[in-house]
């Protein structure tokens, strides 16, 4: 690897093309210098003329000699427009490269049409103002409005592009609990590909033509009509593991889109009854991301605690199941 020097994050940044990358092309030897920066960023870059060999311009396909200078001026453009908003955030881990957060359910991550405030990203603009520069600012991977848990977000570009690396490459480790409908005997996969609804648009189905899409499950805690499931996610699609549990007909307690209509265990107890008529979001909860630390490469654990809500659904199951057993009632 060559020498790159970079005292200070506005100078430009400075490395030698190595002898042996003679006859190569300048974008692909760029990204081979630059390995903390996305081919997509820094082809804008060179276009852009913030990418300069032997102190000139160049284009992506100019093919190097060997031995030239290359300097790159990486400084990131406005990339999220929204409003900073003053929105609590509970930070579980965070350092000058990441931050780490628990999102509450009914917190929609990104602005759009129907949510131009009140979300995630408003929160982080105002706990940073320089995430405005990064790609969605900073959020890496998303989380249902309605599904609670752990986040990764990047506060460095250099952090973005090597956490999507990550995830991309499956390096990842991400674990849901999910209350689902039934009484599941064991664990296992669900490797069914997944893709947009071929009639409702809003919803996502198991389908042939589909990207690849694989959730590992085991089993937490068995009670007398439901389970709560571990799930694993090997790949990441929206609502995946929504619609695999859907799919197995094991769908996840209180999910609007797939769900279907409530189902209330015959002889439920009158306060199992009322929890699960008033849980009204998938029973859902990112607990536990795992991941490389960007800049030191070493292991990141960070587990969100079971929101509320959850811990009293829960609690409602394990009471009305001990009641059963206790009573001999099925």
């Known amino acids: 690897m060559p020498e790159v020097r970079n005292d200070e994050p506005s100078a430009p940044r400075e490395a030698r093309v190595p002898e042996a990358a003679a006859g190569r092309r300048f974008d692909a ?15 804008a870059w060179i276009k852009s003329g913030d990418a300069l060999l032997d102190g000139a311009p160049a284009r992506p396909r100019d093919l190097v000699r060997g031995g030239e200078a290359v300097s790159l001026v990486a400084e ?20 000058s490269e990441v931050f780490v957060l628990d ?8 602005p759009g049409a129907g949510n131009p405030t009140g979300t995630l990203v408003n929160g982080l603009l105002h706990r940073d103002p ?25 506060r460095t570009l250099q952090a973005h592009t090597a956490l999507v690396a990550q995830l991309s490459a499956r390096e990842v480790h991400r674990q849901y609990l999910a209350v689902v409908v039934g009484a599941l005997v064991s664990g296992g996969t669900a490797d069914a590909a997944i893709d947009r609804h071929p009639r409702d648009r809003i919803r996502m189905a198991v389908r042939e033509d589909g990207k690849d899409a694989v959730t590992h499950y085991r089993l937490r805690e068995r009670f007398h ?24 007909r094991h769908p996840i307690v209180g999910d609007p889109l797939y769900g279907g209509p ?34 030191s490469g070493e292991p990141v654990r960070v587990v969100a605690p ?25």
Do not use: N, W
């Not at 890496?140 to 752990?150: A, E, M, N, P, Y």
């Open 29 to 43: 030897v760029l990204a081979e210098l630059f390995p903390e920066y996305s081919r997509s960023r820094l082809a």
């Open 76 to 95: 990131a453009e406005e990339q999220t427009r929204a409003e900073p908003e003053d929105i609590p955030l509970d930070v579980l881990y965070e350092d």
């Open 103 to 110: 999102k509450p359910a009914g917190l929609v991550v990104h």
């Open 130 to 154: 320089r995430l405005a520069a990064l790609p969605r600012a900073g959020i890496v991977h998303r989380l249902d409005k309605d599904t609670s848990g752990v986040m990764v977000v990047a």
């Open 225 to 248: 009509a439901h389970t709560l499931l571990e799930c694993r996610l090997e790949t990441g699609r929206t609502h995946q593991i929504r619609v695999h549990m859907a799919h197995l």
């Open 262 to 295: 409530l189902r209330l265990p015959r002889g439920a107890s009158d306060e199992l009854v009322a929890a699960l008529r008033g849980f009204k979001r998938q029973a859902l909860h990112a607990e536990t991301l795992e991941f490389a630390h960007p800049a």
């Open 306 to 330: 079971v929101p509320a809500d959850m811990q009293d659904l829960l609690r409602a199951l394990r009471e009305d199941t001990s009641a059963r057993e206790a009573g001999g009632r099925r």
